[in-house]
C-alpha cells in the first residue's frame, strides 16, 4: 500500500478541483488564523492601556463566523470529493467487470470485494477528504506560520524552524522501530479477531456435537489474549503520536518562556510576543493531523487497492467491434485457435479446429481439465483467442456438406467474430453454463431473465422440457417461489434444469450447453437428453460433457486432449 | 432517553470497574487541563512580563509552563492506553456474555439461509461495543471534569467570565452533539440499508458475471446497481453536510466562547475589576479548555450506530431459547429408536413446506433413506431429531421418551446430525474432526477420514491433517470439505447418525463408493440418509419420500 497511489490519484479526476477547494479552504483557514492572533493581541495590548478595543473584538467575532464557515466547506467538500471518487470506482468496477471478458469470482471473493467496493468507501472518505489535502496544507501551512511568526520575532521563528524538522526525524525513527515489530503482530492479531465470527458461524455445527457451551470460556481467554496482544501493538504505536506531541507542547513552552524573559529585557513587544504565542502550537497541528489520518486512511487505501486490483486484471478494453447488429450465418467455426491462461504451464488450447453448424449436435468431450469449457468461452465472446480466429458465417464445404446451391452460401460472408456486435452476438446464444447461478428472485424471473418478453406459459413449456416443471409446482410457493441468496435452497441438479430452462426459453440459433445431465439421475437426464434432441433442430449445438454417454445424441464428436483435438468421428462409435 | 438506557444496560453487560474508568477519566482531564494549564500560564506570563518585573517573580509561571509542557504529552500517551485497555476489556465481556446467551438460541426458527448472514451482523454489532467507552462514557466525564475546573479557575479570577464559558461549554457540549445526533440518526438508518442492498447486487453481479452478459441481462442488473450507487453517494453527501454543518457549529461555539471572555474581561479590566495581566490568560483558557469539546458531536454520531447495533444485541440477548431443557429432564434412554409420531411443524410464511402429520421410525440398527425434491420437508425431519426445535403438533421420540422431557445434552450424544451446512472451522483438518469427540485418539481421527474417503487427499497435502482450513486457511473444493465433516460425524460415534445430503457436491462415482461404504459399515449404527439421489435406494432398508411435507407412498 503506497499513501498516494498513482492508480487512485488518477481516477480523482473531477475530484481535482474539490481536493485543490480544499487546500484553498484550509489556507484560507490558516490566513484567519493568523488575523485571529493579531486581532487578540490588539485586544490584550489595548486592555493594558486601560482601553477596550470594541472593533477588534467585533472583527475578532467575524472572523470566527468566517473560520466556522470555512470549515463546513472544507469538511463538505473532501467528503463529496470522497463519495464521488469512490461511487466511480464502483461503477468502473461493475462496468469493466460485465464489458471485457467477464469472469465469475468465487462467493467467498465476490463477498469481499462487494464489501471493499461498499464499506470500503468510509475509510477513503478519511483519505480523499482529510489525508490529501492535508499533505499539501502540511506543508503550507507551517511556512505561513513561519513566516508570519518571524517577521515579528525572528529569534520565536528560529525556535520554531529548528523544532519542525525534529518531527519527521523522530517519526521516522520511531516508525522504522515499531513497523518491524507490529507487522509481525498484525497476522496474528488477525487471526485472534476472527476466532469470535468463526465460532459464531459455526455455532449450528458446534451445537449439534455438543460442544456449543464449551467455546464461552475460550472466547473469553481469546477476547483477553487478543486485548494483550493489541495492547503490547498500541504501546509502540502510540509512541509515534507522543512525540508529535511532546515536541509541539516543548516548542510551545520554549517559545512562551524565551518570550517571557525577552519581555523583560524588552527586547520584544508585547503585541508580537502574544501573536508568536498564539501561531506556535498552529505550526504543528497540520503534521498532528496528517499523522493521526495516515492510519485512519489506511483501511480505505486497502479497500481502493483491491478494487483498482480487480479493475486492472480484467485487463486492457476491448476494441470496439466494426459493425452493428449481427450478420446471417449458418455455422461458427474455431479455426486454429490456441488460448494460454497466466500461471498456467501448457496452453489451455493448442491450434485448436471446430465447427458448428446449424442443424446439428456436436458433441465436445474430454477430461476435465482439456479445454472444454475455454471452447465455450471463445464461442460466447467472453474471451478472445491469443492466436487463430473465430469465424462466423457460411458452412465449409466437405464430405457431409458439398457446396449447395440450395443452401445459397454464396450470400454468406465470413466474419471474424471480434468485428461482430458482441450484443448482437450474444442475443444468438443460449448458454447452460457449467456452474449456473440462480439469481435473487422467483423461479419464474430467473427462467425468463434471459427473455423478459416471455409468457409464463412459455417458462413453464421450457421448464417443462427442461424437467423442471414437476419440481417446481412442488416448491411450497411453486413458480414464486423467491431463490437465489436469501432464497430456497435448492440442489445442484435442480439448480442445472431451472438454468437449462433459462436457455431453452431463449429460442436462440446457438445452443451451448456445459454438462446438462450432470448432478442428474437416469431418469431425469433421459428427460434432459430427449429435449435436447427435440431442440436440436434447425440449430447449432454444443454438447459439452466428460461421459461419453452424452454423445449418443451427437451428429458429430470431438475429443478433446490437453488443448487438442484428439479424435472427430461423424457418429460416437461406443 | 431510551438512548441512555441502552448505554446503561449495555454497561451493565460490559461491567468496567469503576476505578479504572475513573483512572481513564483522570488521565483525559489531566490531559486537557496540562493543554489549558499550559496557554493560560504561557498567556499570564508574557502579559506578566510585560510589565517588567524582576524575572524571579515569573519563576513559578515559567516552571508551570514548562511542566505543563512535558505532562501534557505524557498523560495523553497513558489515557489513550488506558482508554483502549478499558474498551477492549468491556469488549471481551460483552463479547463472552452475548455469546452465552446466543448459544442456546441457535439455530432458532430463523430461515436456515439467512442465518449465515445474520450471525455475521451480529459479530459486527458486538465489535461495534468498543465504541461503546471510548466515545460513549469517557469523553463526556471527560468534558464535565475540565469544564467544572476550568469554570471554576476562571470564577475565582472573574465570575462573569466563568458565566460565559459556561455557556460556551454547555451548548458546544450538550446541544451541538445532540443536533448532530438527531440529524445523523435518519441518515444512518437509510445508509445502513442501501449498503446492504449495493453489496448484495454486487456480490451478485460478480458472481454471475458471464451469465449477466450472455443473457443479455448485463443493463438491468447495471442500472440497479447505478441507482442503488447513486443513492448511497447521495446519502454520502448529505451526511457530508451533515458533518460540516456540525463542525462549523462547533467551530462557531468555541470561537465565540472565547470571543466572550475576552469581551466580558476587557470590559473588567477597564472597570477596574480585573487586573489586566489577567485577559490573555483567561481567553486562552477558555481557548484550550475546548479540546474537550471538539470530539464530542462526532462521538455523538459514532454512538448513535453504536447504540443502535447495542439495541440490537440487548434484543437478541433477551430472547428465550426455542428449545429450552426441561426442569427435571428423565434420565437418557438406554434404548435408541428415534421416531416421529404424527409431527406438524410450520415454517413462517415465505419459506419451505413444514411437516404435516409425519410418522417416521427410525429402529436401531435400521438404514431409512429419506428422499425427496428441495423444500419438501427433510432438513426439518434432521433438524426435529436432534431437537433444534420442536414440532408443532404430534411428538419426537428417543428410546420412547419425548424429547422434550430429556436434556438436549443427552440427545445429541445420542444423534449425531451432519448437516448439509456443516462447517469447517479455522483450524487444522484434524482439529476440525477431533470436534466430535475431543478425547479421541490419532488413530480413530484417521479411520474416520478413511471411511469419508478423504484420507488420500489429505495425506497428499504437504502439512497432511496438521493443514489450516476455514476462512485463514487453505482453499476446500466443496466436496472435500464436505467429506472432512462427514469423517467428524463418522468420529462421533452415536446409536443414531442422520446424514444430510452427504453427496452435494461430489461427482457421481465418489458419490457411489461414498454412499456404498456407508451402507457396507457394519458398526451397528442405525442411519437416516437424506439424499436427492435414487442410485442406492436399494441397499437400504426402506425408503420414505417427502413431498410438501408429507410422506407419500413410493412411486
Known amino acids: ?574 | 432517553m431510551t438512548t441512555l438506557r441502552t448505554l446503561a444496560a449495555l454497561l451493565r453487560v460490559g461491567r468496567p470497574s469503576a476505578a479504572r474508568v475513573a483512572l481513564s477519566v483522570a488521565l483525559g482531564s489531566i490531559t486537557v487541563l496540562a493543554g489549558v494549564g499550559l496557554m493560560a500560564t504561557a498567556g499570564y506570563l508574557i502579559s506578566r512580563a510585560a510589565e517588567r518585573p524582576p524575572i524571579l517573580s515569573l519563576t513559578v509561571a515559567i516552571v508551570a509552563v514548562r511542566a505543563c509542557g512535558i505532562g501534557r504529552p505524557v498523560a495523553r500517551y497513558f489515557d489513550r492506553l488506558e482508554s483502549h485497555d478499558l474498551a477492549f476489556r468491556a469488549l471481551t465481556r460483552i463479547r463472552a456474555a452475548f455469546y452465552r446467551k446466543l448459544e442456546p438460541l441457535v439455530p432458532a426458527r430463523t430461515e436456515q439461509h439467512r442465518q449465515g448472514d445474520l450471525l455475521a451482523r451480529m459479530v459486527g454489532d458486538v465489535d461495534a461495543m468498543q465504541n461503546l467507552l471510548l466515545r460513549g462514557v469517557t469523553p463526556p466525564l471527560v468534558w464535565a471534569a475540565t469544564g467544572a475546573v476550568s469554570v471554576a479557575v476562571t470564577a475565582v479570577i472573574l465570575p462573569a467570565a466563568a458565566l460565559v464559558l459556561a455557556s460556551g461549554l454547555a451548548v458546544g457540549g450538550l446541544a451541538v452533539p445532540f443536533v448532530a445526533a438527531v440529524a445523523g440518526r435518519r441518515l444512518n438508518g437509510r445508509q445502513v440499508k442501501v449498503r446492504a442492498e449495493l453489496t448484495a447486487e454486487l456480490v451478485e453481479l460478480l458472481r454471475g458475471a458471464p451469465e449477466l452478459v450472455v443473457l443479455g441481462a448485463d443493463e438491468a442488473a447495471l442500472a440497479r446497481i447505478r441507482r442503488l450507487d447513486g443513492e448511497l453517494t447521495r446519502l454520502a453527501r448529505a451526511d457530508a453536510v451533515v458533518a460540516g454543518m456540525v463542525e462549523g457549529l462547533g467551530t462557531l461555539v468555541a470561537g465565540l466562547t472565547v470571543v466572550g471572555v475576552l469581551a466580558v474581561s476587557v470590559s473588567a479590566t477597564a472597570g477596574g475589576g480585573l487586573d489586566h495581566v489577567m485577559v490573555a490568560a483567561l481567553a486562552l483558557l477558555a481557548m484550550a479548555v475546548f479540546e474537550a469539546v471538539t470530539p464530542l458531536p462526532a462521538a455523538a454520531l459514532t454512538l448513535n450506530t453504536t447504540l443502535a447495533a447495542g439495541e440490537r444485541l440487548l434484543a437478541v440477548m433477551a430472547r428465550r431459547p426455542a428449545v429450552p431443557d426441561p426442569a427435571r429432564p428423565a434420565p437418557p434412554p438406554t434404548e435408541t429408536t428415534a421416531s416421529l409420531e404424527r409431527v406438524t411443524y410450520d415454517y413462517p410464511a415465505g419459506g419451505a413446506w413444514g411437516l404435516r402429520d409425519v410418522d417416521l421410525d427410525l429402529a436401531p440398527r435400521r438404514r431409512l433413506a429419506l428422499v425427496g425434491q428441495s423444500g419438501a420437508g427433510k432438513t426439518t425431519v434432521a433438524e426435529l431429531l436432534v431437537r433444534f426445535m420442536d414440532p408443532g403438533a404430534g411428538r419426537v421420540t428417543l428410546g420412547g421418551a419425548d424429547l422434550r422431557a430429556l436434556r438436549q445434552h443427552a440427545v445429541r450424544s445420542a444423534i449425531t446430525l451432519d448437516r448439509q451446512d456443516a462447517y469447517l472451522f479455522a483450524t487444522t483438518i484434524k482439529e476440525n474432526v477431533r470436534l466430535a469427540r475431543p478425547d479421541a485418539g490419532d488413530e480413530e481421527i484417521r479411520e474416520a477420514l478413511r471411511r469419508a474417503r478423504v484420507w488420500d487427499w489429505v495425506a497428499s497435502l504437504p502439512d497432511g491433517w496438521d493443514t489450516f482450513v476455514g476462512e485463514e486457511g487453505v482453499q476446500v473444493s466443496g466436496g472435500e470439505r464436505r467429506r472432512i465433516t462427514l469423517a467428524r460425524a463418522f468420529l462421533a460415534r452415536t446409536p443414531v447418525l442422520v446424514l444430510d445430503e452427504p453427496t452435494a457436491h461430489l461427482d457421481p462415482p465418489t458419490a457411489d463408493a461414498l454412499i456404498a461404504d456407508v451402507l457396507a459399515d457394519g458398526d451397528g449404527r442405525s442411519l437416516l440418509l437424506i439424499t436427492h439421489h435414487t442410485t442406492w435406494l436399494d441397499a437400504v432398508d426402506q425408503v420414505v419420500r417427502l413431498r410438501r411435507g408429507r410422506v407419500t407412498p413410493r412411486r
Open chain 1, 1 to 574: 500500500m503506497r499513501a498516494l497511489d498513482p492508480r487512485l490519484l488518477g481516477r480523482a479526476g473531477g475530484a481535482r478541483v474539490a481536493l485543490g477547494a480544499d487546500v484553498v479552504f484550509g489556507l484560507f483557514t490558516t490566513v484567519v488564523v493568523v488575523a485571529q492572533a493579531v486581532l487578540f493581541a490588539d485586544v490584550v495590548t489595548a486592555a493594558f492601556e486601560g482601553g477596550v478595543a470594541a472593533r477588534s473584538i467585533a472583527l475578532l467575532a467575524v472572523a470566527v463566523a468566517v473560520r466556522a464557515v470555512l470549515a463546513t466547506a472544507y469538511e463538505v467538500t473532501g467528503r463529496w470529493a470522497a463519495a464521488r471518487v469512490m461511487s466511480g470506482l464502483r461503477r468502473e468496477l461493475t462496468e469493466r467487470r460485465l464489458r471485457d471478458a467477464p469472469v465469475s469470482e468465487t462467493g467467498a471473493e465476490a463477498g469481499e470485494v462487494a464489501t471493499a467496493a461498499v464499506q470500503g468507501v468510509d475509510a477513503l472518505e478519511t483519505y480523499f477528504a482529510r489525508y490529501l489535502p492535508q499533505v499539501v496544507l502540511a506543508v503550507l501551512v507551517p511556512v505561513v506560520i513561519l513566516a508570519a511568526a518571524a517577521a515579528l520575532d525572528p529569534l520565536s521563528g528560529a525556535i520554531m524552524l529548528v523544532t519542525l524538522p525534529l518531527i519527521p526525524v523522530f517519526m521516522a525513527l520511531i516508525g522504522r522501530f515499531t513497523e518491524a515489530r507490529t507487522r509481525d503482530r498484525w497476522q496474528a492479531l488477525a487471526r485472534l479477531s476472527n476466532h469470535f465470527l468463526d465460532v459464531v458461524r459455526g455455532l449450528p455445527t458446534l451445537r449439534a456435537y455438543n460442544r456449543g457451551a464449551a467455546q464461552a470460556a475460550r472466547i473469553e481467554a481469546i477476547g483477553e489474549e487478543y486485548r494483550a496482544a493489541t495492547m503490547r501493538v498500541l504501546r509502540l504505536s502510540f509512541l509515534s503520536g507522543a512525540v508529535l506531541d511532546l515536541v509541539a507542547t516543548i516548542a510551545t513552552a520554549l517559545v512562551a518562556v524565551t518570550l517571557g524573559v525577552r519581555l523583560i529585557e524588552g527586547a520584544v513587544t508585547l503585541r508580537a510576543a502574544l501573536i508568536v504565542l498564539l501561531l506556535t502550537p498552529e505550526l504543528y497541528a497540520p503534521l498532528r493531523a496528517l499523522a493521526a489520518q495516515y492510519h485512519a486512511s489506511a483501511d480505505g487505501l486497502a479497500a481502493a487497492d483491491r478494487i483498482l486490483d480487480l479493475i486492472d486484471a480484467a485487463g486492457e478494453a476491448r476494441r470496439d467491434s466494426v459493425r452493428t447488429g449481427c450478420p446471417p450465418w449458418r455455422a461458427i467455426r474455431l479455426d486454429g485457435v490456441s488460448v494460454c491462461y497466466p500461471g498456467r504451464p501448457g496452453p489451455a488450447l493448442d491450434r485448436f479446429d471446430l465447427e458448428l453448424r446449424r442443424g446439428e449436435i456436436t458433441a465436445l468431450v474430454g477430461p476435465s481439465g482439456a479445454g472444454k469449457s475455454t471452447v465455450a468461452a471463445l464461442l460466447l465472446g467472453l474471451r478472445r483467442p491469443d492466436a487463430g480466429a473465430v469465424i462466423v458465417g457460411s458452412v465449409t464445404p466437405d464430405d457431409a456438406h458439398p457446396h449447395d446451391a440450395e443452401l445459397d452460401d454464396a450470400d454468406l460472408d465470413d466474419a471474424d467474430l471480434d468485428t461482430v456486435d458482441r450484443r448482437a452476438w450474444r442475443r444468438e446464444i443460449a448458454w447452460l453454463p457449467q456452474r449456473p447461478t440462480l439469481f435473487r428472485g422467483s423461479v419464474l424471473d430467473n427462467i425468463t431473465m434471459g427473455c423478459p418478453e416471455a409468457t409464463t406459459a412459455r417458462a413453464r413449456e421450457a421448464a417443462a422440457l427442461a424437467g423442471a416443471d414437476d419440481f417446481v409446482r412442488d416448491l411450497r410457493y411453486g413458480y414464486r417461489t423467491r431463490v437465489g441468496p436469501g432464497g430456497q435452497g435448492l440442489s445442484a441438479g435442480e439448480t442445472r434444469r431451472i438454468a437449462l430452462a433459462r436457455a431453452l426459453v431463449r429460442d436462440a440459433p446457438l445452443l451451448i450447453l456445459d454438462e446438462p445431465t450432470a448432478h442428474l439421475d437416469a431418469d431425469a437426464a433421459a428427460v434432459v437428453t430427449d429435449a435436447i434432441r427435440r431442440v436440436a433442430h434447425g440449430r447449432a449445438v454444443l454438447l459439452i460433457d466428460h461421459r461419453p454417454a452424452a454423445a449418443l445424441i451427437a451428429d458429430r464428436v470431438v475429443r478433446l486432449d490437453a488443448g487438442r483435438a484428439v479424435e472427430q468421428s461423424a457418429q460416437w462409435v461406443p
